[in-house]
């Protein structure tokens, strides 16, 4: 029988952070358990962008956190060849007048007040800041400058290598079939490979949390969604100086990052195809979607009715009713904690709530209040609800 003081169910960027952060806060026996490789699922699908921008005030303190990992990676796991591929090249978010305008000044100002260096840009000093778009029917422009983008799989390969040199131990290619109880409480998990027990166990399974209604008889309210990026080659290049682009005022709240150095990687930030089964393999991105995507590009890139499909493919969100995660214990199954439901948050929180779910499970005080996010607000009506209505900009 193999005895753990913790045990993390899944190994994308949200498990490896806890499992580094459980071992640096004093965990002596830790065991992440992945049923592929380190970071093959969602993680590896992430567009990677990074902001404090969020109209929902819990999310803004988790994003700050998180920079600051971001930024010094390195320091953060204590690895000097770690490197979180950050890019800062700023982050620009703009609505016409109408439904999102108040919402973003109210957002923006909320970060604000929290310290974040953000400016209010006007339409021509915009454009200087990413000269291939236009800003004409913008009534309302954020700028972000520390911000931008980095690379998951990076990030998810630092925190698990930190965390193997501080003694966790990782076992891929191992299933998870269900949790061993005592009574109410968990005590371990059974897995393909044999019985493992934990006075602790942290599930971090992304899509794949809707065993946990299986296993537990606890609703999960959870939907897998499908969601389409496409790498766009134009005229003009979508250089890496310029900022990430948050388009409030078009139809598919579209967000935009260079990709590969001269292209633009695009995609909606409005609810995707929602999927009946578990799966994370590439759908087909059809053409129909790539004209109505484009038309919305081209209507704020000009040059970019000319552009060329570089490639595409799709990534899958474990979204939530309120697009928010759900993180923290569950009252009903002690000695459980979850983190599920990031819909397309995952990458930007993944420092600070790989940090506040190892100190749930520690028992220690958690940086961040985790009330806001609890599993109950679905049953008693208090949800995250973002300002801009459904949709990754929480």
Known sequence: MATWDAIVVGAGVIGTSVAWHLASLGAQKVLVIEQGQIGCGTTAQSSGIL??????????????????????????????DASSGLVKCGYLIAA?????????????????????????????????????????????????????FADAYLVTAGFARSARRLGVSFREGVRVDGL?????????????????????VIST???????????????????????TVLALKGPQAYTQQMPVFKDLGSSGMLYYRSYGGNQMLVSEGTAGEQLHDVINEQGEVSMDQVIAVGAQVADRFPSFAEAGLASSWTGIYDVTPDWNPVLGSLPDVPGLIVGFGFSGHGFKLSPAVGRVLAQEALGLTTDVPLEPYAHERFRRGR???????QGAVS
């Open 205 to 227: 399974q992304n899509i794949w949390s809707s065993q946990l209604q299986t296993w537990t008889g606890i609703d999960v309210p959870l939907t897998p969604e499908r969601h």
């Open 96 to 148: 016409p007048a109408g439904n999102k305008l108040e919402p973003l000044r109210q957002a923006l100002l909320a970060q604000q007040a929290k310290g974040i260096a953000v400016e209010f840009l006007s339409p021509a000093t915009a454009q200087e800041r990413l000269p291939i778009a236009r800003f004409d029917t913008a009534a309302l422009i954020g700028y972000e400058p520390e911000a931008g």
């Open 180 to 200: 061993i109880r005592d009574g109410a409480r968990v005590i371990g998990v059974h897995t393909s490979d044999g019985a493992q027990h934990a006075e602790r």
């Open 51 to 80: 902001r404090t921008h969020y109209s929902v005030p819990e999310n803004i303190e988790l994003a700050l956190r998180s920079w600051v990992a971001f930024k010094q990676f390195d320091d953060y796991v204590s690895d000097e």
């Open 383 to 389: 949800l995250l609800a973002g300002r801009y209505g």
